[in-house]
Protein backbone atom coordinates (compact mmCIF):
# COMPACT_ATOMS: atom_id res chain seq x y z
CA UNK A 1 0.00 0.00 0.00
CA UNK A 2 1.23 3.46 -0.93
CA UNK A 3 0.87 6.44 2.78
CA UNK A 4 1.57 9.97 2.30
CA UNK A 5 3.77 11.37 5.27
CA UNK A 6 4.82 15.07 5.82
CA UNK A 7 8.68 14.02 6.81
CA UNK A 8 10.00 11.16 4.46
CA UNK A 9 13.10 10.53 6.18
CA UNK A 10 11.32 10.46 9.56
CA UNK A 11 8.72 8.48 8.83
CA UNK A 12 11.51 5.61 6.39
CA UNK A 13 13.37 5.93 10.02
CA UNK A 14 9.91 4.96 11.92
CA UNK A 15 9.60 1.94 10.07
CA UNK A 16 13.39 0.84 9.54
CA UNK A 17 13.80 1.16 13.68
CA UNK A 18 10.26 -0.31 15.15
CA UNK A 19 9.15 -3.20 12.22
CA UNK A 20 13.01 -3.64 10.69
CA UNK A 21 11.78 -2.50 7.14
CA UNK A 22 14.03 -2.03 4.68
CA UNK A 23 14.16 0.30 1.94
CA UNK A 24 14.61 -0.90 -1.66
CA UNK A 25 14.42 2.85 -3.70
CA UNK A 26 14.25 6.37 -2.95
CA UNK A 27 13.48 8.81 -6.01
CA UNK A 28 11.09 11.51 -6.53
CA UNK A 29 9.72 11.72 -3.12
CA UNK A 30 8.74 8.48 -2.87
CA UNK A 31 10.47 5.31 -0.35
CA UNK A 32 9.87 1.93 -1.43
CA UNK A 33 10.02 -0.52 1.40
CA UNK A 34 10.14 -4.29 2.06
CA UNK A 35 10.32 -6.97 4.24
CA UNK A 36 10.88 -10.18 2.46
CA UNK A 37 12.08 -10.41 -1.27
CA UNK A 38 9.41 -8.61 -3.19
CA UNK A 39 10.67 -5.23 -4.47
CA UNK A 40 8.10 -3.25 -1.83
CA UNK A 41 5.18 -3.95 0.49
CA UNK A 42 5.07 -0.35 1.33
CA UNK A 43 5.54 3.02 -0.84
CA UNK A 44 5.83 6.39 1.46
CA UNK A 45 5.07 9.53 -0.15
CA UNK A 46 6.33 12.81 0.94
CA UNK A 47 3.56 15.58 1.15
CA UNK A 48 2.33 18.50 2.68
CA UNK A 49 -0.83 16.53 3.95
CA UNK A 50 -0.66 12.89 5.46
CA UNK A 51 -3.12 9.55 4.69
CA UNK A 52 -3.77 6.84 2.49
CA UNK A 53 -2.53 7.07 -0.73
CA UNK A 54 -4.21 3.47 -1.89
CA UNK A 55 -4.21 -0.14 -1.74
CA UNK A 56 -2.49 -2.71 -3.47
CA UNK A 57 -4.00 -5.81 -4.51
CA UNK A 58 -1.64 -7.91 -7.01
CA UNK A 59 -3.58 -10.10 -10.24
CA UNK A 60 -1.73 -12.72 -12.00
CA UNK A 61 -1.15 -10.63 -15.46
CA UNK A 62 -2.72 -8.21 -17.57
CA UNK A 63 -5.46 -10.42 -18.69
CA UNK A 64 -6.28 -10.91 -15.61
CA UNK A 65 -5.72 -7.18 -14.74
CA UNK A 66 -8.65 -6.33 -17.59
CA UNK A 67 -11.11 -8.67 -16.25
CA UNK A 68 -10.95 -7.28 -12.69
CA UNK A 69 -10.94 -4.04 -13.65
CA UNK A 70 -14.33 -4.70 -15.43
CA UNK A 71 -15.70 -6.58 -12.74
CA UNK A 72 -15.12 -3.41 -10.94
CA UNK A 73 -16.38 -1.04 -12.70
CA UNK A 74 -20.38 -3.42 -12.66
CA UNK A 75 -19.90 -3.77 -8.41
CA UNK A 76 -19.56 -0.32 -8.25
CA UNK A 77 -15.66 0.88 -8.74
CA UNK A 78 -14.41 3.43 -11.32
CA UNK A 79 -11.36 3.57 -13.28
CA UNK A 80 -9.21 6.51 -12.30
CA UNK A 81 -6.40 5.21 -15.15
CA UNK A 82 -3.17 3.06 -15.36
CA UNK A 83 0.12 3.18 -12.58
CA UNK A 84 2.82 5.39 -14.35
CA UNK A 85 6.18 4.61 -13.93
CA UNK A 86 6.06 2.62 -10.54
CA UNK A 87 9.51 1.18 -10.12
CA UNK A 88 8.66 -2.77 -9.19
CA UNK A 89 6.09 -4.14 -11.11
CA UNK A 90 4.94 -4.73 -14.64
CA UNK A 91 1.94 -2.86 -14.86
CA UNK A 92 -1.30 -1.89 -12.99
CA UNK A 93 -4.51 0.47 -12.84
CA UNK A 94 -5.93 2.78 -9.80
CA UNK A 95 -9.75 1.88 -9.50
CA UNK A 96 -11.99 3.69 -6.70
CA UNK A 97 -14.22 1.57 -4.75
CA UNK A 98 -16.84 2.96 -2.91
CA UNK A 99 -16.51 5.81 -0.24
CA UNK A 100 -13.21 6.50 -2.15
CA UNK A 101 -10.79 4.34 -0.98
CA UNK A 102 -8.24 3.84 -4.47
CA UNK A 103 -7.14 0.30 -4.85
CA UNK A 104 -4.28 -0.35 -6.92
CA UNK A 105 -4.64 -3.57 -9.02
CA UNK A 106 -1.26 -4.17 -10.26
CA UNK A 107 1.01 -7.34 -11.78
CA UNK A 108 4.81 -8.55 -12.27
CA UNK A 109 6.51 -7.68 -8.86
CA UNK A 110 10.16 -7.65 -9.10
CA UNK A 111 12.46 -9.84 -6.65
CA UNK A 112 15.20 -8.62 -4.86
CA UNK A 113 17.31 -9.56 -2.33
CA UNK A 114 15.88 -10.14 1.04
CA UNK A 115 16.78 -7.91 4.11
CA UNK A 116 19.60 -9.51 6.05
CA UNK A 117 18.27 -12.35 8.94
CA UNK A 118 16.53 -11.28 11.47
CA UNK A 119 17.51 -13.19 14.82
CA UNK A 120 14.92 -11.50 16.75
CA UNK A 121 12.09 -12.27 15.00
CA UNK A 122 10.94 -8.52 14.87
CA UNK A 123 11.15 -7.75 11.13
CA UNK A 124 7.52 -9.36 9.97
CA UNK A 125 7.21 -11.72 7.01
CA UNK A 126 5.06 -9.86 5.00
CA UNK A 127 2.17 -7.36 4.49
CA UNK A 128 -0.92 -8.57 5.85
CA UNK A 129 -4.05 -6.94 5.62
CA UNK A 130 -6.23 -3.48 5.70
CA UNK A 131 -9.13 -2.37 7.51
CA UNK A 132 -11.75 -0.16 6.50
CA UNK A 133 -14.03 2.74 7.71
CA UNK A 134 -16.65 3.56 5.70
CA UNK A 135 -20.08 5.40 6.27
CA UNK A 136 -22.02 2.74 4.30
CA UNK A 137 -20.44 -0.02 4.03
CA UNK A 138 -22.48 -2.55 2.04
CA UNK A 139 -21.33 -1.00 -1.38
CA UNK A 140 -18.05 -1.76 -0.63
CA UNK A 141 -18.70 -5.33 0.31
CA UNK A 142 -20.46 -5.96 -2.86
CA UNK A 143 -17.58 -4.66 -4.40
CA UNK A 144 -15.18 -6.53 -3.03
CA UNK A 145 -17.06 -9.53 -3.67
CA UNK A 146 -18.27 -9.28 -7.32
CA UNK A 147 -15.78 -6.89 -8.50
CA UNK A 148 -12.46 -7.90 -6.93
CA UNK A 149 -13.48 -11.80 -5.94
CA UNK A 150 -13.31 -11.70 -2.40
CA UNK A 151 -15.01 -14.14 -0.04
CA UNK A 152 -16.71 -13.47 3.19
CA UNK A 153 -15.14 -14.84 6.59
CA UNK A 154 -16.84 -12.71 9.67
CA UNK A 155 -18.98 -10.41 10.23
CA UNK A 156 -19.94 -8.41 13.45
CA UNK A 157 -22.87 -6.82 14.70
CA UNK A 158 -25.11 -6.81 11.71
CA UNK A 159 -23.16 -4.65 9.78
CA UNK A 160 -21.20 -3.00 11.98
CA UNK A 161 -17.97 -4.74 10.80
CA UNK A 162 -17.00 -7.19 8.42
CA UNK A 163 -13.53 -9.64 7.29
CA UNK A 164 -13.00 -10.98 3.57
CA UNK A 165 -10.35 -13.05 2.14
CA UNK A 166 -8.90 -13.95 -0.92
CA UNK A 167 -6.32 -16.52 0.08
CA UNK A 168 -5.81 -18.45 2.90
CA UNK A 169 -5.86 -15.40 5.43
CA UNK A 170 -8.78 -15.21 7.11
CA UNK A 171 -8.68 -11.29 5.93
CA UNK A 172 -7.22 -9.55 3.31
CA UNK A 173 -9.38 -6.32 4.09
CA UNK A 174 -11.70 -5.72 7.05
CA UNK A 175 -14.72 -3.26 6.88
CA UNK A 176 -15.99 -0.90 9.74
CA UNK A 177 -19.17 1.30 10.22
CA UNK A 178 -17.80 4.36 11.28
CA UNK A 179 -18.95 8.08 11.04
CA UNK A 180 -16.48 8.73 7.84
CA UNK A 181 -14.20 7.06 5.18
CA UNK A 182 -10.88 6.68 6.27
CA UNK A 183 -8.16 3.77 6.67
CA UNK A 184 -8.00 2.71 10.28
CA UNK A 185 -5.26 0.66 10.17
CA UNK A 186 -2.44 -1.73 7.79
CA UNK A 187 -1.20 -5.32 9.16
CA UNK A 188 1.99 -6.74 9.04
CA UNK A 189 2.67 -10.73 9.60
CA UNK A 190 4.69 -11.77 12.39
CA UNK A 191 6.20 -14.92 13.74
CA UNK A 192 4.43 -15.29 17.16
CA UNK A 193 3.57 -13.23 20.32
CA UNK A 194 7.66 -12.77 21.47
CA UNK A 195 7.98 -10.77 18.41
CA UNK A 196 5.11 -8.43 19.01
CA UNK A 197 6.47 -7.81 22.40
CA UNK A 198 10.03 -7.06 20.84
CA UNK A 199 8.24 -4.43 18.79
CA UNK A 200 6.58 -2.91 21.64
CA UNK A 201 9.86 -2.40 22.83
CA UNK A 202 11.64 -1.00 19.60
CA UNK A 203 8.42 1.52 19.95
CA UNK A 204 8.99 2.30 23.77
CA UNK A 205 12.41 2.89 22.85
CA UNK A 206 11.34 6.10 20.85
CA UNK A 207 9.28 7.27 23.29
CA UNK A 208 5.58 5.42 22.45
CA UNK A 209 3.08 3.22 23.76
CA UNK A 210 0.79 0.46 22.23
CA UNK A 211 -2.60 2.07 21.73
CA UNK A 212 -4.04 -1.80 22.39
CA UNK A 213 -2.33 -5.14 23.20
CA UNK A 214 -1.43 -7.66 23.00
CA UNK A 215 -4.45 -9.75 22.74
CA UNK A 216 -6.46 -12.50 20.78
CA UNK A 217 -9.30 -11.28 18.34
CA UNK A 218 -12.27 -13.49 18.13
CA UNK A 219 -13.18 -13.03 13.74
CA UNK A 220 -9.72 -14.18 12.65
CA UNK A 221 -8.42 -15.42 16.00
CA UNK A 222 -5.36 -13.83 15.75
CA UNK A 223 -3.29 -12.19 18.01
CA UNK A 224 -2.54 -8.56 17.69
CA UNK A 225 -0.86 -5.36 19.14
CA UNK A 226 -1.76 -1.76 17.79
CA UNK A 227 0.42 1.49 17.65
CA UNK A 228 0.30 4.70 15.60
CA UNK A 229 2.79 4.90 12.96
CA UNK A 230 2.86 7.94 10.47
CA UNK A 231 0.35 8.61 8.24
CA UNK A 232 -1.93 8.93 10.86
CA UNK A 233 -3.19 5.29 10.97
CA UNK A 234 -3.16 2.73 13.01
CA UNK A 235 -0.08 -0.50 12.83
CA UNK A 236 -1.18 -3.87 13.54
CA UNK A 237 1.58 -6.56 14.44
CA UNK A 238 -0.80 -9.94 13.61
CA UNK A 239 0.23 -13.83 14.38
CA UNK A 240 -1.96 -17.10 14.52
CA UNK A 241 -4.40 -15.73 11.88
CA UNK A 242 -7.26 -17.68 11.28
CA UNK A 243 -6.52 -20.04 7.86
CA UNK A 244 -9.52 -21.16 4.96
CA UNK A 245 -8.26 -23.89 2.76
CA UNK A 246 -9.32 -27.70 2.35
CA UNK A 247 -7.52 -28.20 6.19
CA UNK A 248 -9.43 -25.61 8.06
CA UNK A 249 -11.91 -25.97 10.65
CA UNK A 250 -12.90 -22.56 10.84
CA UNK A 251 -16.42 -21.36 10.42
CA UNK A 252 -17.39 -18.00 8.84
CA UNK A 253 -19.92 -16.42 11.89
CA UNK A 254 -21.98 -13.38 12.88
CA UNK A 255 -20.43 -12.49 15.98
CA UNK A 256 -22.35 -10.54 18.79
CA UNK A 257 -21.03 -7.10 19.29
CA UNK A 258 -19.97 -7.43 22.88
CA UNK A 259 -15.94 -7.00 24.09
CA UNK A 260 -15.21 -10.52 24.67
CA UNK A 261 -15.56 -10.88 20.82
CA UNK A 262 -13.67 -8.20 20.07
CA UNK A 263 -10.82 -9.71 22.22
CA UNK A 264 -11.39 -13.39 23.76
CA UNK A 265 -8.97 -12.62 26.12
CA UNK A 266 -10.82 -9.68 28.03
CA UNK A 267 -10.90 -6.24 28.37
CA UNK A 268 -12.53 -3.06 26.96
CA UNK A 269 -11.68 -1.90 23.35
CA UNK A 270 -9.74 1.40 23.84
CA UNK A 271 -11.74 4.83 22.95
CA UNK A 272 -8.16 5.39 20.90
CA UNK A 273 -8.41 2.54 18.62
CA UNK A 274 -12.37 3.26 17.94
CA UNK A 275 -11.53 6.40 17.05
CA UNK A 276 -8.48 6.26 14.84
CA UNK A 277 -8.14 6.48 11.43
CA UNK A 278 -6.31 8.43 8.51
CA UNK A 279 -7.89 10.27 5.90
CA UNK A 280 -8.06 9.20 1.94
CA UNK A 281 -5.18 11.46 0.44
CA UNK A 282 -4.57 11.32 -3.60
CA UNK A 283 -2.04 13.17 -4.99
Known sequence: MALRVRNLDEAVAFFSDVLLLQETLREQGRSYLTCNDRHH????????KEGCDHIGLEVE???ALQETLAAAESAGGRRLGPVAGEPGIAGGEFVEGPGGHVFKLFYGMESVAPPPDDPTGVRPSRFEH?????VNPGPMERFLSEGLGFQFSDR????MASWWHCDPDHHGI???RAPGNQLHHHAWTQ?????QGMTADRLAARGQTLHWGPGRH??????????????????????DIAQFGPESTYEPRD??????SVSLWGGVTPPRFILAGAPLVRG
Request: aromatic residues 8%.
Open 41 to 48: ELILIEGP
Open 218 to 239: GPGNNHFIYFKGPSGALIECCS
Open 130 to 134: VSLKL
Open 61 to 63: GPE
Open 191 to 195: SDLNA
Open 156 to 159: MGGK
Open 174 to 176: AIQ
Open 255 to 260: WTFRPS
